[in-house]
C-alpha cells in the first residue's frame, strides 16, 4: 500500500474563519495523504471541519471569513494553496471533482440536466463541439446506471428523485477523468436502500476508472464497508489514521473507541449503549490542552494543558494520545537518567 | 404640417407656456380663461376691445349704431374668409347667434348669464338677430341692456364657421375654425395646443408669427425654468417674487398685464361674529395690506378699496380706506362685544390666481395680522372645487378670493359679486342690501354712461360702510418673455391677441 | 398556460369590480359638484340643476354604478365631464407618455440596479458593496420631488444641458401616431426627434427611477446573496466554472424571482405613481391627469382611469407570474 | 461507564453565562451593525430635536419679520430665513415634531389595523380570509400614492387627514405581513408541539403566532415610518398635507421651490431633513431585519 | 412487561387530497397512511421504521389526533380517539405526548425552557405556581439539564440538550404513551447514544410506552421490544424484533436490512441491492406497492394487494410469497435467497 503513489498531501493545514464572534480554527494544523486509486474515509461528527477540509482542497472556502492560513495542499508536487483562482479552476473538475451532501440542493435547479452537464465539459474541454460533448454527457450518464440518459439530459432536477440526483453529481464529476474525487457526505441525505446503491457505484467507479476517492461521512458503517483507510476527526483536528481493518478493531484514540462503542449494532442488540458524556465542541471553543480531555475518561493532568501531537503507534496506524506516548516518555527518561 | 417650422432661419414660432390647458377650443362652450388665450387668436368678435383695455372697437363689424339702446346695427367687414373657405357674412353671424340661443345653459353657458337666458325664456335680452342683406346685421333687444356692446366683445362671442360647427358641437370644439389671424393645426392633451398663420387672413400684413405653441406648464417655477432654458418664449403667471430676477436678466424681458382684477377677503354675514357691522370694519383695520402687497405681490399690486378696479369706469375713488389701524381695530371689537376676540376659521385660496399668486402665504400674514387683535385665525384649505363649493354655501367665515373682469363694466364686478340675486353662486358672503340692489338694477338698463357712473359711485359708498369684504390688492399678473419679442400687449381680460408679435 | 391565463384573468373580475365600486363610492364622497366646476364661478343655480341632470348626477348612486358597470362592460369608459370626450380616447395620449417616462424609468431602473446589486453581492464587503448600498439606501430614502427640482435646477437651469421640461422640443413637434415618442420617430425616421425626445426622458426618468434602482439593487443583493450561499453555486464553482458565469448565469437565474416581483411592483407603482415627477416636469402622463380630473370632480375620468392603471398593475403581475414559469421549470400553471 | 447516569451528561462545559433572551440577543447583533446604529443614531437625533428643540429654538416659527426675508445662512440665521422672514432651522427643527408623528402614529394605527385583520384572516382562514385578502388585493393594485390624494380629497386636506390617509394605504401592506406570518408560523413544529400537549387555540395565538410574527412587524413598521415621512411630505408637498402656517417639512419644499434659484437655501434644507429622517429610518430597519430576522442570520 | 394492548389501532387511513385549479377540485390523494392496524402494549417500545415518505411521521401525527384519519379507529386506554370530540381529545393528550425530529424547531424560539416546561402544566390546570416551578426543576434535573437552564433559551443549547427539553416537556403532564418521530436521527452519533440511553432510562423509571419512529435499523432494533417496517403507507411486516432482524420475511425488510452499513469490516452479508426509487405515494403501484421493485415479483403482486397474515406468533407479514396458496414457492425462493 505503501508504495503507491501519492496523489494529494495535505501538511499542516490550517483553515480559520474569521468571524465577528472571534476566530474559528475549523481545520487545525493536519496532515494526511490520499493514495492513487485508493478510497480514504475521513469520519468525525458534525462540526469537527470535515468539509472544510475538502473545501480547502479545492480552494472553494468562502472568503471572507474563511481563509486558509496555513500549511500547503499538494496535488502531485503542485502546491495548491499558491495558485491563483485562474490556475485553480483548471484544477477543479478536471483534475480533482467534488460531490456534496445534498443531491437536492446541488443541482442548479433552473437549468436541465443537459446543460450542467455539457458546461461541465466545456469549461475544460476548450475545443469541443457542443455535440460531441452531449455526446460524452450521455455517455458518463450510463456510466453511472442511470437509465434513459438521452431522455434525462432534457429534463430539470426537479424531475429526478434523490438517487438518480446523486448519480447525476457523480457523473458531472467525472467527465473529465479526474485524479480525484471528494465526496462530503454522499448518501447521508438518501435512504438506506438508495445509499446502497450510490456506495456499490462509488466502489465500481473507483476500480474501473482507478480515481483515488476521498469519501467524508459520519457513518462508520459506510466507512467500514467502503474504505481503505480511515481518517477520525475530532474538533478540527486528526486524531486517529489507520487501515480501515485497523480501526475496528484496535481503536486507539478514547474517542474512536467511545464512538465504535456507541453505535447501536443492528447485528445484534446490546443492552445499553456507550455513551460519551458533554457535547461535541466547536473548533476553538477548547483553547488549551486535549481537544477531547473534558469527555474523556482517561484524561489526566497532562491531557488538560498541552494538545498531544499525532503518535505513531504502528506503521500505518497514528493517534492523536497522550496514552500513546509512552515510548517517548521512556526515551526522554533514560535521556534524562544518562545525562544524570 | 408638422415640421414645417424646423427649417426656416428666421425666428416665426413662438413657443407660450402657460398654467393649465385648454378644456375646449369652442369659446361659447366654456367660462374658462385657458380657453380664450387660445381661441382669441383663431376666431374674432363683431367688436373688439382695446388692445389693452375694454374700450369698444371695431372688430368683424366695422361699424355700428343704436339709437334707443334697443336696436343695433352692424355692418360687417367685407372679403372674410373663415380657414375652411367659408364666407364670412351677415349669415353667418345670424348662424352663430340662432346656434347659442337655440341652445341651453349647459352647453353655452357664457351666452345664459350674459344675456339672460336662451330662446324663449323670460329674461332672454335678444329679442332677434337678422341680417339685412349680405354685410349687415341688425340686433333687436326686448330692453336695454348697458353693457350689451361689451358682451358682444367678449371672446366667448366669437364668430365661427358655420360649416364647421353644423358637423356638430363635439367635432367642432376639437377642430375649431374662425376668421382669425390663426388657423388650429395639432392639439395634444394636456401638452400643447399649435396654431398657424393664416394665410388668407384679411388684414393683410397680419399675423407676423408663423406659429404658435401653447404648452401647459402647470408649475409656476418650472415655467420660469423652462422660460430660462430657452424652451419656451413667452411665459403667463409669473411668481412676483421672481420679477426681480428677470429684470436683473439681460436675456429676458418682464411684461405687465394690465390689471382688472381684485383680490379680496370675504366675510360671510350670515356667520356670526361677522354679522356685526363692526367686527367687519374692525378686520379691514386689522390688515396690513402693504405688507401682503410688498411680501406676496412683491409690489405688483395696488392696495384696494372698492370691489372693483380703478380701471373701470364707475370707480369711485373718494372712497377713504380704511387704514391699517390695529388700535382702531381693537376698538371697534370691543363695541361690537369681543373685547378679548374669538376664534374663526381663515379660508385659504389653494391654488394661484392672477389676482391672488399665493394665497397660503397671504393668509398666513392675514393669521398674523388677527393675531395682533387678539383673533385666533384657524387656517383652513380645501382643494379648489371644494372650496368654491363650500364657499358659496357660505360655510366659510373668512375666506379669500378674487375676481378678474371679462368685458370691463363695473355690473361684471359690483353685481356679480355682491348682488342678493347672486346669493348662492358668485356672491359668497350672503351680503344684502335693498338700496344697493335697486342701484344696480338700474344701473343694468341705463344707457346713460354718466348716469351709470353715479349709480355705481354710490352702491360703492354703501359696500365700503357695510363692510361685507375686506379688498385686498388688485395686482397686476406678471409675464416674462425672451428679450427679442416684440408687439406682445398683454391684455387685462387674460385673453391675449397674437397677431403682432415678432421677434427681433 | 392559456387555461391559467384565463382563470387569472377571471380572478381579476371580483379585484376590479371591488375597485370600481370603491372608487366609485369614494369620489363621490368628495365634497364639492362636478357640475359647479364645469359651469365656474358665473353659474347660476338652475344651470348647475340642468348641468346635473345632464350629467345624471341627480340619479340615485346605484343606477349610476349600474349604468356605469353597463357601459364598461360594453368597453365604454364613460365620457370626460370636463371636456366631453369620450374617457377611452383621453386616456391613451396620457397613458402613452407615462408609460414610455416610466418604461425607461425602470429600464434605467433594472439595468444599474441588478448590476449593481449583483456586484455587490459578488464583492460582498468591498468598497463597491459599501457604496452602492449607501447609495441604495439614500436612494430609497430620497424625496423624489426634491430630486426631481434639484436636478432641473442643475442640470436643466445652470448648466442647461438638459431641457427643463415636456417631452419634446414643442418648436418641433413630434408627429403623434402611437403616442409612444420614441417609436413614433422612430416609425417616421427622425432620429433628430428622437435624440430630443431622450433628452426630455432623462431627467424625469432618471427621477422616478431613483427609488426603484435602490429596491431592485437592495433586492438584487439580497437575493443573490442568498443564492451565492447555495450548494449548486459551490458545485458550479467546483467544475472550475469561471465566477463570472458562476455569477451571471448561475447564481442570476435563481436570484432573479424575487427581484422580478419588485420590479412588476415598482413598475405599477410609478404607471400611477409618477403625479410628483409629472408636475414637477410638465409631463402630460396619466397621474396628473387623474389628479385633475380630482381636482374637477370628473367622475368618469377618475373611474376610469383609476381602473385601467389598476388593470395594467394586475397585468403586469401576471405577466411577472408568467416569467418565473419562464425562468423557473419547478412553477407549474394548473 | 459514565453513561448509566444521565444526569451527568450534558452540564460539562456549561459555563454559567448570562441569560439573553431572543430581544438581548436581537440587540446585540443590532449594536454591532453600524449602519444601524448610524441610523439610530440619527432617529435619536431628531427625536430629541423634536422634544426638545422648540425649547432651544428661540425664533418663534410663525413669527414673520419681513425686513429679513431671504436671509442667507448666517451667524444669526444659521439656514436662514423663508420667504416671510423666519428662520429655517426653527422652522425644521419644530416640523421634525410633525414628521415624526405622522410617521410613528400613522404606522401604529395601520399596524394595530393590520394585524387585527391580518390575523383574523390568517388564524380563521376560510370565507372572512378570502374577504379581507381580495380587500387587501383591491387596495395594493391602487398606486398609494393616489389613493391617499383621493383619501385625502374626500376627508380634505389637512395634516390629520393625510395622516388617515397614509395610515389607511399601509393597512394592507401589514395585515398582508401579519397573515402570511401567521399562515406560515401555523405550520411550524413547535406549534405542532404545542397543539400536542393539548394547549387551546386561543392561547397558541396569543402566546405563539403573536409574539413570533411581531420581528418582521417590527422591522416593516420600522421600515413604513420611512415611507409614511416620505408620503406625508409628498401630500404636503402637493398641498393636500400638512397646512401653512404648520412648518411641515414637504410644504416647506412646496413653498419654497419658486426660489430655488433665487435663495436655494429655502428648500435644500426641508429637503436635506426629509432625507436624513428617512434614511435614519431605513437604516435602523435594516439592521434591524438582520437583527431580528433569523433568516438572515448565520 | 405486560401485554395488555394501550393503543389499538384499526384500518387507520390517512388520505391527503391533491387539490387543483381555482375552486381546489380534488384530482386525487396522497395515500400517506393506508389500513394501517398494529396495537402497542403497555410498557413495551414499538419501533416504526422504513424510508422516508413512507407515512411514519402521519402515523404518529393520527395517533395524537394532530390530523384527522380519513378513516379508521385509534383505542387509547380502552378510549375511542376518534370519537372523541375536540375538547375532549385535547385533554386526553395528557396521557400522549410527542417528541420530534427537529428539537430547534419545535421549541418556541421566544420562550424560555422553564416556560416551555411549564406550559404543559398551565395548558392542563394542575398544580400552583409554585409547585410547578418545583416539578419543572425535577424534570430538568430528569433529563440531566440543571434548574439554572430554566431560565435560558432554545438557541443556547446544544442539539442534544434541546432533545432532552423536548423529552422533558413530554413528561411533564406524566404521559403513559410517548410517540416518539424520530428523536435522535439530527443529533451527533455520540449524542444519539445519550438520548437513546435517557430514553430507556425513563421508561423504566416512568413506566412509559413508546412508539418510536425512526429510519435507522440499527437506532431501533436498540430500542424496540417490536417492529414494524412501513412502504408507501402500509406496514409490511411486523414482528418482535429479534425475530425481526433474524428471519426477516418481506423482501423488503430484507433489502432493507441488507442495505444498511455494518460497522465491521470484516463482517459479510448478503447483498440484495434493490434497484429503483420509491414510487410516489400520490400515485402508487397497483397490487403489492413494492412489486416494482421486488426482486421475487409474481404477476398476482402486481393485481392483488397482500394482506398482513401472522406467520408465527407476533410475526405477521404482507407478501404473496407467505401466502399459503405459494406456499410451495416459498419454500424454492427462500433457498435461494
Ligand atoms: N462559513 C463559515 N463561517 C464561519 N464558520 C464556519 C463556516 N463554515 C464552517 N465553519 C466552522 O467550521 C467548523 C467546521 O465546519 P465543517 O462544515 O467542516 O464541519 P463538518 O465536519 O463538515 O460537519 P457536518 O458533518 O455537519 O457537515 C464548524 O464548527 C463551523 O463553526
Ligand atoms: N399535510 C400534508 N399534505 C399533503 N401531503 C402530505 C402532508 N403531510 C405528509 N404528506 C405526504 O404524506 C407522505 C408521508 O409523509 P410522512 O411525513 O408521514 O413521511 P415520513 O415517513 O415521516 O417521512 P420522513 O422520514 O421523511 O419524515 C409523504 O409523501 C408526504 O408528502
Ligand atoms: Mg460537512
Ligand atoms: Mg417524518
Not at chain 1, 457523480?170 to 454522499?186: S, T
Not at chain 3, 345632464?54 to 346605484?62: H, M
Not at chain 5, 417496517?229 to 433474524?246: D, F, N, P, R, T
Request: hydrophobic share 40%; net charge negative.
Amino acid at each position: 500500500m505503501n508504495n503507491r503513489n501519492r496523489v494529494l498531501t495535505v501538511n499542516d493545514l490550517q483553515t480559520t474563519f474569521f468571524t465577528d464572534s472571534g476566530e474559528i480554527p475549523a481545520v487545525d494544523h493536519i496532515d494526511f495523504h490520499l493514495h492513487d486509486g485508493e478510497i480514504l474515509g475521513i469520519v468525525g461528527e458534525s462540526g469537527c471541519g470535515k468539509s472544510v477540509t475538502s473545501l480547502s482542497i479545492m480552494g472553494l472556502i468562502p472568503s471572507p471569513p474563511g481563509k486558509i492560513v496555513g500549511g500547503e495542499i499538494l496535488y502531485d508536487s503542485l502546491n495548491l494553496t499558491r495558485l491563483s483562482e485562474k490556475e485553480m479552476r483548471k484544477i477543479r473538475g478536471n483534475e480533482i471533482a467534488m460531490i456534496f451532501q445534498e443531491p437536492m440542493t446541488s443541482l442548479n435547479p433552473l437549468f436541465t440536466i443537459g446543460n450542467q452537464m455539457i458546461e461541465a465539459i466545456l469549461i475544460h474541454e476548450k475545443g469541443w463541439s457542443k455535440k460531441k460533448a452531449e455526446e460524452r454527457a450521455i455517455e458518463i450518464l450510463k456510466l453511472v446506471g442511470l437509465p434513459r440518459a438521452d431522455g434525462l439530459m432534457k429534463e430539470y432536477p426537479h424531475q429526478l428523485s434523490g438517487g438518480m440526483r446523486q448519480r447525476v453529481m457523480i457523473a458531472m464529476a467525472l467527465v473529465c477523468n479526474p485524479k480525484i474525487l471528494i465526496a462530503d457526505e454522499p448518501t447521508t441525505a438518501l435512504d438506506v436502500t438508495i445509499q446502497a446503491q450510490i456506495l456499490k457505484l462509488m466502489k465500481e467507479l473507483n476500480v474501473r476508472l482507478g480515481t483515488a476517492i476521498l469519501l467524508i461521512t459520519h457513518d462508520l458503517g459506510v466507512v467500514a464497508e467502503t474504505c481503505e483507510r480511515v481518517i477520525v476527526m475530532y474538533a478540527g483536528q486528526i486524531i486517529e489514521e489507520a487501515p480501515t481493518k485497523l480501526i475496528f478493531e484496535n481503536p486507539q484514540h478514547p474517542y474512536t473507541k467511545g464512538l465504535i462503542q456507541s453505535v447501536p449494532d443492528m447485528r445484534f442488540k446490546k443492552d445499553r449503549l456507550h455513551s460519551i458524556p458533554g457535547n461535541v465542541p466547536k473548533p476553538g471553543s477548547i483553547k488549551s490542552g486535549c481537544r477531547f480531555a473534558a469527555r474523556c475518561e482517561f484524561a489526566f493532568d497532562r491531557c488538560l494543558h498541552e494538545n498531544p501531537e499525532l503518535y505513531s503507534t504502528a506503521d500505518v496506524h497514528q493517534t492523536r494520545c497522550f496514552l500513546y506516548d509512552e515510548e517517548r516518555v521512556t526515551v526522554d527518561e533514560h535521556k534524562a537518567i544518562i545525562e544524570s | 404640417a408638422c415640421g414645417k417650422g424646423s427649417s426656416s432661419s428666421k425666428e416665426d414660432t413662438l413657443v407660450f407656456g402657460r398654467g393649465g390647458d385648454s378644456t375646449s377650443l369652442d369659446p361659447s362652450r366654456v367660462t374658462e380663461g385657458e380657453t380664450f388665450k387660445v381661441t382669441v387668436n383663431l376666431f374674432e368678435t363683431l367688436l373688439n376691445f382695446g388692445e389693452q383695455d375694454t374700450t369698444i372697437q371695431p372688430g368683424l363689424a366695422k361699424e355700428w349704431n343704436t339709437d334707443d339702446g334697443l336696436t343695433y346695427t352692424f355692418n360687417l367687414e367685407e372679403g372674410v374668409k373663415f380657414h375652411d373657405g367659408t364666407d364670412f357674412n351677415a349669415d353667418a353671424v345670424v348662424a352663430n347667434f340662432e346656434r347659442w340661443a337655440n341652445g341651453d345653459a349647459d352647453k353655452f353657458p357664457y351666452y345664459n348669464s350674459m344675456f339672460g337666458g336662451f330662446k324663449g325664456d323670460e329674461g332672454h335680452v335678444i329679442e332677434s338677430v337678422t341680417a339685412d342683406g349680405e354685410y349687415t346685421v341688425i340686433i333687436k333687444l326686448k330692453r336695454p341692456q348697458a353693457p350689451f356692446l361689451k358682451n358682444i366683445a367678449m371672446s366667448m362671442f366669437a364668430i365661427a364657421s358655420p360649416t364647421a360647427f353644423e358637423k356638430g358641437d363635439d367635432q367642432f370644439e376639437r377642430n375649431p375654425v374662425g376668421t382669425g389671424p390663426f388657423e388650429f393645426v395639432e392639439w395634444k392633451a394636456n401638452e400643447s395646443i399649435t396654431i398657424q398663420k393664416f394665410d388668407g387672413y384679411w388684414q393683410k400684413g397680419l399675423p407676423k408669427l408663423n406659429k404658435v405653441v401653447f404648452r401647459s406648464i402647470p408649475d409656476n417655477s418650472a415655467r420660469l425654468n423652462a422660460l430660462i432654458a430657452g424652451e419656451i418664449d413667452l411665459a403667463d403667471g409669473i411668481n412676483p417674487s421672481d420679477a426681480e430676477k428677470i429684470e436683473g436678466d439681460d436675456k429676458l424681458q418682464l411684461i405687465k398685464r394690465p390689471s382688472m382684477n381684485v383680490g379680496y377677503l370675504g366675510l360671510t354675514v350670515t356667520r356670526p361674529p361677522f354679522d356685526k357691522k363692526e367686527v367687519r370694519q374692525a378686520l379691514n383695520h386689522a390688515i396690513d395690506k402693504e405688507t401682503i402687497i410688498n411680501s406676496f405681490f412683491e409690489g405688483q399690486a395696488n392696495a384696494a378699496k372698492n370691489p372693483m378696479p380703478p380701471s373701470i369706469s364707475g370707480y369711485n375713488d373718494d372712497i377713504e380706506p380704511y387704514e391699517y389701524n390695529p388700535e382702531k381695530a381693537k376698538e371697534l371689537l370691543a363695541k361690537a362685544g369681543y373685547p378679548d376676540g374669538f376664534e374663526m376659521e381663515l379660508w385659504a385660496m389653494p391654488v394661484p390666481r392672477p389676482y391672488m399668486p399665493d394665497g397660503a402665504k397671504v393668509a398666513e400674514v392675514i393669521q398674523s395680522n388677527l393675531a395682533d387683535i387678539g383673533i385666533k385665525a384657524k387656517i383652513v384649505s380645501y382643494e379648489w372645487g371644494t372650496y368654491l363649493d363650500k364657499a358659496s354655501k357660505g360655510e366659510a367665515d373668512a375666506f379669500m378670493l378674487g375676481w378678474t373682469g371679462d368685458n370691463g363694466d363695473a355690473d361684471n364686478f359690483l353685481y356679480v359679486l355682491l348682488d342678493e340675486d347672486n346669493i348662492g353662486s358668485n356672491n359668497y358672503t350672503y351680503f344684502k342690501n335693498t338700496k344697493m340692489h335697486d342701484l344696480f338694477i338700474e344701473a343694468q338698463t341705463e344707457v346713460d354712461e354718466d348716469k351709470r357712473v353715479e349709480l355705481y359711485k354710490k352702491a360703492q359708498v354703501i359696500i365700503h360702510d357695510e363692510a361685507p369684504w375686506v379688498p385686498l390688492a388688485h395686482s397686476t399678473p406678471l409675464l416674462a418673455a425672451k428679450k427679442g419679442l416684440t408687439g406682445f400687449l398683454p391684455h387685462p381680460t387674460g385673453s391675449d391677441l397674437l397677431s403682432n408679435v415678432e421677434f427681433k | 398556460m392559456l387555461s391559467y391565463i384565463g382563470r387569472r384573468i377571471m380572478q381579476l373580475v371580483p379585484v376590479l369590480l371591488g375597485m370600481v365600486f370603491i372608487v366609485f363610492m369614494m369620489i363621490r364622497a368628495i365634497p364639492g359638484n362636478p357640475a359647479q366646476l364645469i359651469l365656474g364661478q358665473q353659474a347660476t343655480a338652475e344651470a348647475i340643476a340642468t348641468m346635473n341632470a345632464k350629467l345624471g348626477l341627480d340619479q340615485p348612486w346605484y343606477t349610476q354604478f349600474f349604468k356605469y358597470l353597463g357601459g364598461i362592460l360594453q368597453g365604454d369608459l364613460g365620457e370626460s365631464m370636463r371636456t366631453r370626450l369620450p374617457v377611452a380616447d383621453e386616456i391613451w395620449p396620457h397613458l402613452a407618455a407615462t408609460i414610455e417616462l416610466a418604461f425607461f424609468a425602470i429600464i434605467i431602473a433594472i439595468i444599474i440596479g441588478i448590476n449593481a446589486g449583483i456586484i455587490s453581492a459578488w464583492f460582498q464587503n468591498s468598497w463597491f458593496d459599501y457604496i452602492a448600498m449607501i447609495l441604495a439606501l439614500v436612494g430609497v430614502s430620497m424625496p423624489i420631488f426634491w430630486l426631481g427640482l434639484l436636478g432641473q435646477w442643475v442640470f436643466a437651469i445652470e448648466f442647461s444641458w438638459l431641457p427643463t421640461t415636456g417631452r419634446e422640443q414643442v418648436r418641433d413637434p413630434v408627429h403623434a401616431i402611437t403616442n409612444l415618442y420614441i417609436i413614433d420617430t422612430m416609425i417616421q425616421g427622425r432620429f433628430d426627434q428622437l435624440w430630443q425626445v431622450m433628452r426630455h426622458l432623462i431627467l424625469p426618468g432618471v427621477a422616478l427611477a431613483t427609488i426603484p434602482m435602490a429596491i431592485i439593487a437592495r433586492m438584487t443583493r439580497s437575493s443573490m446573496l442568498e443564492v451565492m450561499r447555495s450548494d449548486y453555486i459551490r458545485t458550479a464553482r467546483a467544475k472550475g466554472q469561471k465566477m463570472f458565469w458562476v455569477v451571471y448565469k448561475h447564481a442570476f437565474k435563481n436570484a432573479v424571482i424575487p427581484v422580478l416581483t419588485v420590479i412588476g411592483l415598482q413598475m405599477g407603482m410609478l404607471l400611477g405613481g409618477a403625479i410628483l415627477t409629472e408636475t414637477i416636469f410638465a409631463w402630460p402622463g396619466i397621474g396628473r391627469y387623474i389628479y385633475d380630473a380630482i381636482n374637477f370632480r370628473d367622475y368618469p375620468v377618475i373611474q376610469s382611469s383609476i381602473l385601467v392603471i389598476a388593470f395594467i398593475f394586475v397585468m403586469i403581475n401576471l405577466v411577472v407570474d408568467l416569467l418565473y414559469g419562464l425562468i423557473d421549470s419547478r412553477i407549474k400553471y394548473d | 461507564m459514565s453513561g448509566k447516569t444521565p444526569k451527568l451528561d450534558g452540564i460539562i462545559e456549561d459555563e454559567k453565562e448570562k441569560t439573553n433572551g431572543p430581544w438581548r440577543e436581537a440587540w446585540r447583533s443590532f449594536r454591532k451593525s453600524k449602519s444601524a446604529v448610524a441610523g439610530m443614531i440619527i432617529i435619536i437625533f431628531f427625536i430629541l430635536l423634536a422634544l426638545f428643540g422648540p425649547l432651544i429654538a428661540k425664533e418663534g416659527i410663525n413669527e414673520q419679520f419681513a425686513p429679513d426675508r431671504f436671509q442667507p445662512p448666517s451667524s444669526e440665521y444659521w439656514l436662514g430665513t423663508d420667504d416671510f422672514g423666519r428662520d429655517i432651522l426653527s422652522r425644521i427643527i419644530h416640523g421634525s415634531r410633525i414628521s415624526l408623528s405622522v410617521g410613528f402614529l400613522s404606522v401604529i394605527a395601520s399596524v394595530i389595523v393590520g394585524s387585527f385583520l391580518g390575523i383574523v384572516a390568517g388564524y380563521y382562514g376560510r370565507w372572512t380570509d378570502t374577504i379581507i385578502s381580495r380587500v387587501f388585493d383591491i387596495m395594493l393594485a391602487f398606486p398609494s400614492i393616489l389613493l391617499a390624494i383621493a383619501i385625502v380629497s374626500v376627508l380634505g386636506p389637512g395634516l390629520e387627514n393625510a395622516l388617515i390617509a397614509i395610515a389607511i394605504i399601509n393597512v394592507p401592506n401589514f395585515g398582508r405581513l401579519i397573515r402570511s406570518k401567521v399562515l406560515s408560523i401555523k405550520e411550524d413544529e413547535y406549534i405542532m408541539a404545542a397543539k400536542a400537549i393539548g394547549m387551546k387555540d386561543a392561547r397558541i395565538l396569543y402566546s405563539h403566532i403573536l409574539p413570533n410574527s411581531m420581528a418582521p412587524v417590527i422591522v416593516q413598521g420600522t421600515l413604513a415610518v420611512a415611507t409614511a415621512i416620505l408620503e406625508a411630505a409628498a401630500l404636503g408637498f402637493l398641498g393636500l398635507g400638512a397646512q401653512a402656517p404648520q412648518p411641515e417639512w414637504g410644504k416647506m419644499l412646496a413653498d419654497s421651490k419658486a426660489y430655488l434659484q433665487s435663495a436655494p437655501w429655502t428648500m435644500i434644507f426641508p429637503g436635506l431633513s426629509i432625507m436624513l429622517t428617512v434614511l435614519g429610518f431605513n437604516l435602523m430597519g435594516d439592521g434591524l431585519r438582520d437583527a431580528l430576522d433569523p433568516k438572515m442570520k448565520s | 412487561m405486560s401485554t395488555k394492548p394501550l393503543l389499538k389501532v384499526e384500518n387507520l387511513k390517512k388520505y391527503f387530497p391533491l387539490k387543483k385549479g381555482l375552486f381546489g377540485r380534488t384530482v386525487g390523494f396522497v395515500k400517506a397512511v393506508d389500513d394501517l392496524s398494529f396495537h402497542v402494549n403497555e410498557g413495551e417500545t414499538l419501533g416504526i421504521v422504513g424510508e422516508s415518505g413512507c407515512g411514519k411521521s402521519t402515523t404518529g401525527r393520527l395517533l395524537m389526533r394532530l390530523l384527522e384519519p380519513t378513516e379508521g379507529v385509534v383505542e387509547f386506554d380502552g378510549k375511542e380517539l376518534t370519537s372523541l370530540t375536540q375538547e375532549e381529545m385535547r385533554i386526553t393528550r395528557r396521557d400522549i405526548q410527542m417528541v420530534f425530529q427537529d428539537p430547534y424547531a419545535s421549541l418556541n424560539p421566544r420562550h424560555t425552557i422553564g416556560k416551555i416546561l411549564e406550559e404543559p402544566l398551565i395548558v392542563h390546570g394542575v398544580l400552583d405556581q409554585i409547585e410547578r416551578k418545583k416539578k419543572v426543576k425535577e424534570f430538568l434535573e430528569v433529563v440531566g439539564l440543571n434548574e439554572y437552564h430554566a431560565k435560558r433559551y432554545p438557541h443556547q443549547f446544544s442539539g442534544g440538550q434541546r432533545q432532552r427539553i423536548g423529552i422533558a416537556r413530554a413528561l411533564m403532564t406524566n404521559p403513559k404513551l410517548i410517540i416518539a418521530d424520530e428523536p435522535v436521527s439530527a443529533l451527533d452519533v455520540s449524542i444519539q447514544a445519550q438520548v437513546l440511553n435517557l430514553m430507556q432510562d425513563l421508561q423504566k423509571d416512568f413506566n412509559l410506552t413508546y412508539i418510536f419512529i425512526a429510519h435507522d435499523l440499527g437506532v431501533v432494533r436498540h430500542i424496540s421490544d417490536r417492529v414494524a417496517v412501513m412502504y408507501l403507507g402500509k406496514i409490511v411486516e411486523i414482528a418482535e424484533s429479534e425475530q425481526l432482524y433474524e428471519r426477516p420475511l418481506h423482501p423488503y425488510t430484507r433489502a432493507l436490512l441488507s442495505a444498511v452499513p455494518v460497522p465491521d469490516p470484516d463482517f459479510q452479508k448478503e447483498q440484495i441491492i434493490i434497484e429503483g426509487d420509491i414510487p410516489s405515494p400520490a400515485d402508487p403501484p397497483t397490487g403489492c406497492t413494492f412489486h416494482t421493485r421486488c426482486p421475487f415479483k409474481m404477476d398476482s403482486c402486481t393485481k392483488v394487494t397482500p394482506q398482513l397474515n401472522e406467520q408465527s406468533l407476533g410475526h405477521s407479514v404482507a407478501c404473496h410469497l407467505y401466502d399459503s396458496k405459494v406456499d410451495n414457492d416459498i419454500k424454492q425462493m427462500e433457498g435461494s435467497l
